[in-house]
């Protein structure tokens, strides 16, 4: 079957929708740019395949191509207010109640940055119609706020982890345990700006 969903069981019902939906919604379509080497370096040489050390490695061919995505598993990282904005209209219900584990409802984050534009940008990865798991999760957030509290590297005695995120959490409206990562990053993406990395596992 190809990215598309257009060859195979389109009867057959996967996760969210018949084998293809998140193609023909245009769902990788808004996601396409925030998949960029630009916003997930970590992911250049996926599916190129050499090491990135090895002589004659190349970059990765592009994770999305004419609205579909080339690989069954795509990272995407920054996604903005617009964007989660825009998904939030093309994304079904059902997959709007998507979590990654302890994380909060993928609805609530795509609605924090889209009702938080430049202080919110939302990080995760795709799964395309190669898989019968075809969805879009969130993984975590970049919050530009907070700068205040003083979180420690190792989370040892002191630390204002879970007081970070209760604020996080009140001001945002999200729910959720405690993020498995916590920490200070200038993401890749905006190296000028400091904010917090927020992850689930």
């Known amino acids: 079957m190809d990215a598309t969903g257009e060859v ?19 769902v990788w379509e808004v996601l396409a740019p925030f998949t960029m080497p630009r916003y997930v370096p970590w992911t250049a040489w996926e599916g190129a395949g050499e090491p990135p050390d090895e002589p004659g490695a190349a970059e990765a061919p592009a994770a999305v191509v004419a609205g579909a995505p080339t690989r069954d598993h795509v990272s995407w990282a920054g996604l903005d207010g617009a964007a989660a ?7 079904p219900s059902a997959q709007l109640l998507d979590r990654q584990n302890d994380a909060p ?3 609530a ?34 919050v530009y706020a907070f700068a205040d509290v003083v979180v420690s590297p190792h989370h040892g005695p002191g630390c204002r982890c879970g007081e970070l995120w209760g604020l996080v959490g009140d001001v945002l409206g999200l729910d959720g345990e405690l993020p ?12 000028h700006r400091e904010g917090w990395w927020l992850w689930w596992d």
């Open 8 to 26: 195979g069981t389109l009867t057959e019902r996967e996760l969210y929708g018949p084998r293809g939906w998140s193609v023909r919604a245009g």
């Open 85 to 91: 904005a825009e998904l939030l209209d093309r994304l």
């Open 105 to 107: 409802e993928l609805a």
């Open 109 to 142: 984050m795509l609605g924090a940055a889209a009702e938080h534009p430049g202080l919110v940008e939302v990080h995760g990865y795709g799964i395309g119609p190669q898989r019968c798991d075809e969805r879009v999760t969130a993984e975590g957030l970049v």
């Open 180 to 191: 498995d990562e916590l920490h200070r990053i200038r993401p890749p993406w905006a190296p």
